[in-house]
């Protein structure tokens, strides 16, 4: 027994070593390219111009990209049931109850898939995957001003190890994350049009609609007030939401199901939730001082912590937290750009970001709720499973 836990862990310390370095080399060329990006470096060929930045873009993307590429049908705990869900309905035998899992939009992606690569899900979801991490890093770099520290805040809160279990719903926070631009261009059609495809995939994206017209308002005693309110009516009226949710299919498997479980990790993650959203709204004047459309960002982190207060009570509310947790991504660069003018030493800075970050990275691997719990804390590629 102690020989097996032995051989256990260095496996996963060994996955561990894999997935660290991975995140090493996707730091590093998202640094290479931002830093080509503003020198407007060029490599010119005879038929092409490309810009350099561009290159190293792509090669910031591929460490991970390749492990999606090449991970075994055991990294993921439900891998599996997207492998079986896909192959019924490339093969036109999906039945009533998997249909309502999956959704429409995923079975239409799964039918498009089917096409090109038959019953190969490895393909069909490694394709599914790299979209999803191409999504999140070009919005990164289309949005922040420091999308290298977006990226390692991004790595840093593990929301890149989620795609190997939680394919649909990562595929819809990737879209509607994306959508951030139409948010801050305040295009409603191309917002709205990103979040009813997301919604298509995975019907809890559809929070993000009435974002829209609440994320532009500015923190005045107004939208304080607004919060408040929309906390007492989730809190206290949760047996009304309760209600209203119970006939749909996340209501039916989480309200009083096996899944819905309180846990200390909820109470932990409502905790450090708080604590950012306190440190972040200390800058808040400042933020958006430099650039007023970081109240999209506040707007959403302040959901953030309110979907996470409701999540306690029911845990079907921690799958809505990640449509806004992410946007910390894009507002933790703004605010450390802010705190080092206010003087702050940028080491010291970078340094407690880089320390606090790291540790809640390794306190999310090791966690049930984490990589243990979603099945990707032992990486295998497809050569192991045929073996």
């Given amino acids: 027994m102690e020989k097996n836990n032995r051989e256990d862990r260095k496996k996963q310390m060994n996955t561990e070593i894999i997935y660290i370095v991975c995140e090493i080399l996707s730091v590093l060329f998202m640094a290479i390219a931002q830093n080509s990006y503003n020198k407007t470096e060029e490599i ?3 038929k092409l111009v490309i810009r350099k930045s561009s290159i190293f873009f792509v090669l910031s993307v591929l460490p991970f990209a390749i492990l999606f590429w090449c991970r075994g049908i055991s990294v993921g705990a439900d891998y599996q049931n997207y492998t079986n869900i896909y192959q019924k309905i490339a093969n036109d035998t999906l039945i009533g109850r998997e249909a309502d899992w999956i959704g429409i939009g995923f079975q239409l992606i799964c039918r498009f898939l089917s096409i090109f690569c038959g019953n190969n899900f ?18 990164i770099w289309q949005n922040s001003k420091n999308p ?4 390692f805040v991004l790595l840093s809160f593990c929301l890149h190890f989620q795609i190997f279990n939680q394919f649909r719903q990562m595929l819809a926070i990737a879209i509607t994350f994306f959508a951030v631009k139409y948010l801050k261009s305040e295009n409603f059609i191309k917002y709205s049009i990103c979040i009813i495809i997301a919604a298509l995939i995975h019907n809890t994206a559809i929070v993000l609609l009435p974002c ?3 994320c532009h308002n500015k923190l005045n005693k107004r939208m304080i007030i607004f919060y408040v309110l ?3 009516v989730c809190t206290f009226g949760f047996s009304i939401i309760e209600s209203l949710l119970s006939g749909t299919y996340y209501g039916q498997m989480y309200f009083g199901g096996k899944y819905d479980i309180q846990t200390d990790s909820s109470i ?3 905790i450090v939730r708080i604590m950012m959203l306190i440190i972040v709204l200390l800058f808040y004047k400042k933020v958006i001082k430099h650039d007023e459309t970081n109240v999209i960002l506040y707007n959403m982190v302040i959901i953030c912590t309110i979907a996470q207060i409701v999540a306690t009570q029911s845990y079907i509310f921690a799958r809505l937290t990640t449509y806004f947790y992410i946007y910390y991504v894009l507002l ?3 605010v450390m750009k802010v705190a080092i003018k206010k003087g702050i030493s940028k080491q010291i800075a970078n340094m407690i970001i880089i320390i606090i970050l790291i540790v809640y990275q390794f306190v999310y691997y090791n966690s049930s709720s984490g990589a243990i719990g979603g099945g990707y804390d032992e990486y295998r590629t497809i050569w192991q499973d045929k073996h």
């Fill in 44 to 46: 010119v060929t005879k």
């Fill in 122 to 139: 490895y393909l069909a979801f490694a394709i599914v995957n790299t979209v999803t991490l191409v999504l999140l890093y070009k919005t």
């Fill in 148 to 151: 290298t520290l977006a990226l």
């Fill in 212 to 214: 829209y017209f609440i």
């Fill in 230 to 232: 929309a906390l007492l």
């Fill in 268 to 270: 932990m993650n409502l």
């Fill in 332 to 334: 933790i660069p703004e």
